[in-house]
């Protein structure tokens, strides 16, 4: 079967990551060091490099998962669902992302 990749600037790099798990150390990283739902995947460390050298994309990145649908973002390993993710999205948002 053949990798989803996003269709938008970065989107294979994005897709590397995961959105939710991009969002989730994002947030980790801006808003609540305590939040540690990124760590849930073995390949942390390695997305954490692809993180690192896309941070221009992450402003754009966080606006096209504010509206990505629900059941993609539901479908994520991290125990987050859409809501979730969306709420610290809006936080990012508001911030510096």
Request: include cysteine; aromatic fraction near 12%; hydrophobic fraction near 35%.
């Amino acid at each position: 079967m053949a990798r989803h990749t996003f269709q938008f600037e970065g989107g294979e790099d994005l897709t590397t990551m995961g959105a939710s798990w991009f969002v989730s150390y994002a947030y980790y990283c801006n808003v609540d060091q305590k939040h540690t739902k990124w760590k849930m995947v073995s390949t942390f460390q390695g997305r954490i490099s692809v993180f690192n050298r896309t941070k221009n994309l992450h402003q754009f990145w966080l606006e096209q998962i504010a509206n990505m649908k629900d059941e993609n973002l539901n479908r994520n390993t991290l125990g987050l669902n859409a809501g979730d993710i969306k709420g610290m999205v809006k936080t990012l948002l508001k911030g510096k992302g």
